[in-house]
């Protein structure tokens, strides 16, 4: 069976060396230490021996590559010839070098399963191999410690023009975490990635609309419980965002079994949270309602806000957004729900520390960062119910 990338990216080091066959006489070989290299076999014609030549490893090789190399060697082979420089030698094909070990590219491959390893959540993942992605495609050929400011600007300044500001800032950032990882291991000796934010167009801090004023947020809060322009899912969605101000991925992958009813709380796993570790949301009141509300109708279903149209997935990213713009509230983003709690909470004196762990707000410092996940549980509690009903009292008007 031919070989796909795919496959290829699947296939696990064994204990020994392995093979797969693509067909033709090319071969992906698997070392113990997980190097991926394209081989051909083919026999002499001279001697009728059997010959292997290396095509290069993967994947500064590609699949592609491989295969257009194969199939000009096997023409040299039906006219008698030795693809080989030498004859009774088999050596590596001249125009394909070996792949430098300190390329960009094998840097962010070292550094994606140093975070795999670590334990990073998948939703981190996810985004870790996109902007790797794009770094590997404008600058993995290239040695690491021959990267300078410009190459970097180069790579960030059309993300930068096309809009995406904070896309742009986070890629030059993620590029100087590679640097910072390659200067651990010794394969480089300076992060010029840091030096590269200074020419960048400053990303605005704050930019998600949120509804602060009490009076507009009852207003928002009973045009979502009043519309007939959305499905109950959603409507719930909004609701239980507004009392609980989740992030999106964390509410619309909320599941039943994650609620314990007896206890009145939601314990998200840390594979939906931003940092990766489990997060305790207690639920006030007026959440329990809603939960208990669109439990006839999706209580069967895995998750508490399946799909509409499949029962078996969830929402979809942008739902909250365009139900939003439909009751004309523009102005607030469903992010937007953890601004107003912070600001108006903030306001109202309550503990900065509640605040800032219930919003899974996780300190850089390594103790900090360790904390379990019921720190000032209790404390939240208190907070959390106190904010379900003034938020109920904003939408009695």
Same mark, same amino acid.
């Given at each position: 069976?031919?070989?796909?990338?795919?496959?290829?990216?699947?296939?696990?080091?064994? %204990?020994?060396?392995?093979?797969?066959?693509? !067909? $033709?006489?090319?071969? /992906?070989?698997?070392?113990? =230490?997980?190097?991926?290299? *394209?081989?051909?076999?083919?026999?002499?014609?001279?001697?009728?021996?059997?010959?292997?030549?290396?095509?290069?490893?993967?994947?500064?090789?590609?699949?592609?590559?491989?295969?257009?190399?194969?199939?000009?060697?096997?023409?040299?082979?039906?006219?008698?010839?030795?693809?080989?420089?030498?004859?009774?030698?088999?050596?590596?094909?001249?125009?394909?070098?070996?792949?430098?070990?300190?390329?960009?590219?094998?840097?962010?491959?070292?550094?994606?399963?140093?975070?795999?390893?670590?334990?990073?959540?998948?939703?981190?993942?996810?985004?870790?191999?996109?902007?790797?992605?794009?770094?590997?495609?404008?600058?993995?050929?290239?040695?690491?410690?021959?990267?300078?400011?410009?190459?970097?600007?180069?790579?960030?300044? %059309?993300?930068?023009?096309?809009?995406?500001? !904070? $896309?742009?800032?986070? /890629?030059?950032?993620?590029? =100087?975490?590679?640097?910072? *990882?390659?200067?651990?291991?010794?394969?480089?000796?300076?992060?010029?990635?840091?030096?590269?934010?200074?020419?960048?167009?400053?990303?605005?801090?704050?930019?998600?609309?949120?509804?602060?004023?009490?009076?507009?947020?009852?207003?928002?809060?009973?045009?979502?419980?009043?519309?007939?322009?959305?499905?109950?899912?959603?409507?719930?969605?909004?609701?239980?965002?507004?009392?609980?101000?989740?992030?999106?991925?964390?509410?619309?992958?909320?599941?039943?079994?994650?609620?314990?009813?007896?206890?009145?709380?939601?314990?998200?796993?840390?594979?939906?949270?931003?940092?990766?570790?489990?997060?305790?949301?207690?639920?006030?009141?007026?959440?329990?309602?809603?939960?208990?509300?669109?439990?006839?109708?999706?209580?069967?279903?895995?998750?508490?806000?399946?799909?509409?149209?499949?029962?078996?997935?969830?929402?979809?990213?942008?739902?909250?957004?365009?139900?939003?713009?439909?009751?004309?509230?523009?102005?607030?983003?469903?992010?937007?729900?953890?601004?107003?709690?912070?600001?108006?909470?903030?306001?109202?004196?309550?503990?900065?520390?509640?605040?800032?762990?219930?919003?899974?707000?996780?300190?850089?410092?390594?103790?900090?960062?360790?904390?379990?996940?019921?720190?000032?549980?209790?404390?939240?509690?208190?907070?959390?119910?106190?904010?379900?009903?003034?938020?109920?009292?904003?939408?009695?008007?």
């Amino acid at each position: 069976m031919r070989l796909t990338d795919s496959k290829i990216k699947a296939a696990k080091p064994a %204990p020994r060396t392995f093979r797969l066959s693509d !067909g $033709g006489g090319l071969y /992906l070989e698997i070392t113990p =230490s997980g190097t991926k290299t *394209f081989r051909f076999r083919y026999y002499r014609p001279d001697d009728g021996k059997r010959g292997w030549m290396n095509f290069g490893l993967y994947p500064g090789t590609k699949l592609t590559e491989a295969r257009d190399q194969r199939d000009v060697c096997r023409v040299k082979v039906r006219h008698g010839e030795d693809p080989a420089a030498q004859r009774g030698k088999p050596q590596k094909v001249a125009a394909v070098p070996l792949i430098d070990p300190d390329t960009m590219g094998k840097i962010c491959e070292a550094y994606l399963a140093y975070r795999r390893q670590d334990g990073a959540a998948a939703r981190t993942l996810s985004k870790l191999e996109r902007q790797l992605g794009v770094i590997t495609e404008g600058l993995g050929s290239k040695n690491i410690r021959e990267i300078g400011g410009p190459d970097i600007l180069g790579l960030v300044r %059309p993300i930068e023009k096309s809009g995406q500001v !904070g $896309g742009a800032h986070e /890629l030059r950032s993620r590029c =100087s975490q590679l640097f910072r *990882f390659a200067i651990a291991e010794g394969r480089a000796k300076e992060d010029p990635a840091k030096a590269v934010a200074f020419a960048m167009t400053r990303r605005k801090r704050g930019s998600h609309g949120a509804i602060t004023d009490p009076a507009r947020f009852g207003e928002m809060l009973r045009a979502i419980r009043e519309t007939d322009r959305s499905n109950p899912q959603i409507k719930a969605g909004l609701l239980l965002s507004a009392y609980l101000f989740p992030r999106s991925a964390e509410i619309r992958g909320m599941k039943w079994d994650e609620i314990d009813w007896d206890a009145g709380l939601w314990e998200v796993p840390g594979t939906r949270m931003k940092m990766g570790r489990t997060h305790v949301i207690p639920l006030s009141a007026p959440a329990i309602a809603v939960l208990k509300g669109i439990r006839p109708l999706t209580g069967k279903c895995a998750f508490v806000l399946p799909s509409p149209r499949d029962p078996n997935r969830i929402l979809h990213d942008g739902t909250f957004k365009y139900v939003l713009k439909k009751l004309d509230f523009n102005e607030h983003t469903h992010h937007g729900f953890r601004t107003t709690f912070s600001t108006n909470m903030n306001e109202m004196g309550w503990n900065r520390d509640w605040i800032e762990k219930q919003l899974a707000h996780e300190s850089g410092e390594g103790v900090r960062a360790a904390y379990n996940k019921a720190e000032y549980l209790p404390d939240r509690v208190k907070m959390m119910h106190a904010y379900g009903k003034w938020l109920s009292e904003l939408e009695g008007g």
